[in-house]
């Protein structure tokens, strides 16, 4: 920070009486988010006006078409079918390969003969990006659900697999041998030890994969599909509606920002441990 | 007849074998060591000394020789020992109490014998009133005594301590040495205690195995007769401690340069 009368106070600063630090930090944050609101409305009016006088809004659109059109969709309620395909693909496949890529993770990360024969395959799927798959699943499963949550456990999956996997490798020895000393069972190894010490990547990958999970569904969608955002996108831009692209766009935006807070939340659950600094 | 030692090491060999070339660890190590001693293990780096305390914990196994750890003979992982490590070793996501608790909670024992013993622990190395406190939120210090308990409370006859306050700062490790001599007193282990640092050891120990540069051997065994109790704070300034250290450290000296023309 910068020194003088700055207006933000660092959170570890303890040279502040306790009662004072509270209602500076709550007048900072105050602050902050009344910054972001403007910010978030100028945009909104930088827009509006671009439209009206610099671009044909039947390029960009504009922000009181694309309000008006979000009221439609969700009075109408013609949106939630499709937020709610993309959304099931999403969790159903995002959970689907969590469980695959936390299992294979765990499984051969402790399998040094395994994995090591493995290398280069495992290699060589990794430098394939999981979407490139998209179309030959719609060719193996149809333009339905199935092939989008397909394509998102195949994203998902090597995303966190390899995390996983080099998680358990770099598991301290010491830890494990400490646990031996004392008697501990295999099991017992895995579920004290290896575990916990793995949540710490599983989560950083966890982080890096949840945006991916919309990815993955939106460009299956895009690819072919009869429902969803990525479909209203493909519909709107057809037919040259670009006030429909930008009302979808809005809702992965929701849908993104929702998923990331709630996965704050929980990594600050699970590794409360870690969190916790002085 | 003669009362068995504790632990006997029987005519050690090690070798390590890496795809370049194969590397002698130790040479024909024995030593016997008795309940209740208290023994440092000194010498140059990659000597050997933590690859023999690794044996003792069944870590790993000798290319020849025998280990003999009350009256039995090691062929797997020794689970009546202690174990501590130059880096905790303690859980990052377990409070000071599952800490010191977790091998009672692997042996089974009853839940409130497991409450009480875990209470005894952490009073006995000073840590009342930070049951809760996760080992991200304590000093290096109170970390090493979270080490300590959780190693005393399931009772093993011997302590290995590879080089445990290795990485302290000079006060807090004397702090520390001499917290360690109290409980040891109290508690009677044996203690196994591998330290870069001969002042260290002979503050500590009542014997001190000198190892020789690569491949391992032991050099010699100096009694340390410096009465006891012992204050860690004060020793070094006395006449007996100063010999002792020129003595040994004539010794080591030689090995210690041998190994740094390696």
Redesign the interface.
Known sequence: MKSGKSSFIDPLDASIPREEFKQRLYKQQLYIWSLRIFWGIGCMLFWEMASTYLVDPFWISRPSHLILRLKEWYLTGFIFPHLWITLLEMGAGFFVGLVLAIAAGLFLGTRKALSDLLDPFMMAIWSVPGIVFGPLFILYFGIGFTSKMVLVTVTVFFLIFFSTFTGVQQVNRDWINVMRIMGASQRKIWIKVILPASAIWVFASFKNAIPYTMVAAVVGELIASQKGIGYLINDASSVMDTTGVFAALFNLMLIGLILNTVIEYAEKKVLHWKREEK | MKKQSLIQVRNIYKWFITRKSDVLALEDCSLDIDKGDFVAFVGPSGCGKSTLLNMI???MLPTSGSIIYQGEEIKE???K???I?Q?D?I?????VEQNVG??LE??KSPKNERVNEIEKFIKLVGLEGFEKH????LSGGMRKRVGLARTLI?DPMAIILDEPFGALDAQLKLVLQDELLKIWQKTKKTMLFVTHDLGEAISLADRVVVFTGRPGKIKFIRDIPIPRPRDVFQIRFTAQFGELYEEIWESLKEEVSKGEDL
């Open positions: 914990a069944g870590l992982v020794n689970k020992i202690g174990y490590t880096h070793s859980f990052p996501w377990m409070t977790i091998s692997i042996r996760y080992p991200s939120q399931y």
